[in-house]
């Protein structure tokens, strides 16, 4: 099973394009059954493989989230977990690169 993000937000699905557009991560997103609830698109993206170091793509991820969080499409309504191969979750909300490594590492 590959490693998931679960992204919920009123722009999810350019948020997940960013992320699978990443250098070093190959991965595909849709839209997560369910659709939009409240003006807040879910979507889900998978991640299928890693190329170039997990600390790198830990790093780049931590910097993806930020950067989502601070647009104004992001803002309160950002929400990102990741779900590990093992089925651990991790919401990037105060997640750490390390904790994200750690989590990438399933993979």
């Known amino acids: 099973m590959p490693i998931q993000f679960a992204i919920e937000g009123t722009n999810a699905e350019e948020a997940a394009g960013t992320l699978t557009e990443i250098p ?3 991965g595909t997103w849709e839209s997560a059954a369910g659709g939009q609830k409240e003006g807040i698109l879910a979507t889900i993206a998978t991640v299928v493989g890693i190329v170039g ?3 790198s793509a830990a790093d ?9 969080k601070k647009s ?3 803002g309160e309504s950002a929400k990102v977990i990741i779900i590990g191969k093992d089925g651990k979750r991790l919401s990037l909300e105060g997640a750490t690169s390390e904790q994200i490594q ?4 399933t993979l």
């Open 24 to 26: 070093g991560i190959t």
């Open 53 to 55: 170091g997990m600390v």
């Open 60 to 68: 780049q991820i931590h910097k993806w989230y930020a950067e989502y």
């Open 72 to 74: 104004k499409s992001g």
């Open 102 to 105: 750690k989590v990438l590492e």
